[in-house]
């Protein structure tokens, strides 16, 4: 007759909710990179929406639209704040993937841990210095917009925060020896 498991679970238990840790984390870094993907393609979209604006103001109407400018680089300045996240995400961030393999393939992992540790790390420097910067920044307005010159760094922040969580699941995956989740 097999012997029960020991009264708290034992080391059996905690082996066996690393498998289920690990699809939570998975699962909701998925939920939330669907979810910075579709607010960047909203932002590229109104980003485009309002240099066509601008176009057919200017050229078309003669009419000046001052904001345009302003709200373009401020819209396009969030989609690539946004966007690090996601390539760090999808593994097409950094490219010592193709090199450190091939040459020396028994380092790979070590490296591979060295760059995430090194991304979490600059990412809380970040972090850090862009909500220094923010309220160094927010009683300084643009002057054809209604909004702090604070928005630009909490951009910063944001995504710098999004790198730190990628970058802790990229180091999961590396020193537990989970498998890689597919590239799309």
Known sequence: MPRPPPIGG????????????????????AMLEHAIAAVAAAL?????????I???????LHIAVPWAAELT?????????????????RGVHFGLGLVVPKYWP??????RGFVGAVVVG?????????????????????????????????????????MILFGL???YRVFER???EPKK
């Open 44 to 52: 590229l979209a109104g980003f485009t929406v309002i240099i066509l």
């Open 122 to 162: 600059a990412s809380g420097l970040l972090f850090v210095l862009a909500i220094e910067m923010s309220q160094r920044t927010w009683h300084s307005a643009y002057p054809t917009l209604p909004l702090s010159h604070g928005v630009v760094n909490i951009g910063i922040a944001i995504a710098a925060f999004l």
């Open 10 to 29: 034992g080391r059996g238990a905690r082996a066996a909710s690393r498998p289920r840790r690990n699809r939570v984390m998975r699962t909701l870094n």
């Open 106 to 111: 028994r380092s790979d992992r070590w490296v």
């Open 178 to 180: 989970l498998p890689e």
């Open 169 to 171: 699941e990229q180091l």
């Open 54 to 60: 601008d176009v057919v103001c200017r050229y078309l």
């Open 73 to 89: 680089v401020l819209l396009f300045q969030w989609t690539i704040f946004l966007g690090s996240p996601l390539a760090l995400r």
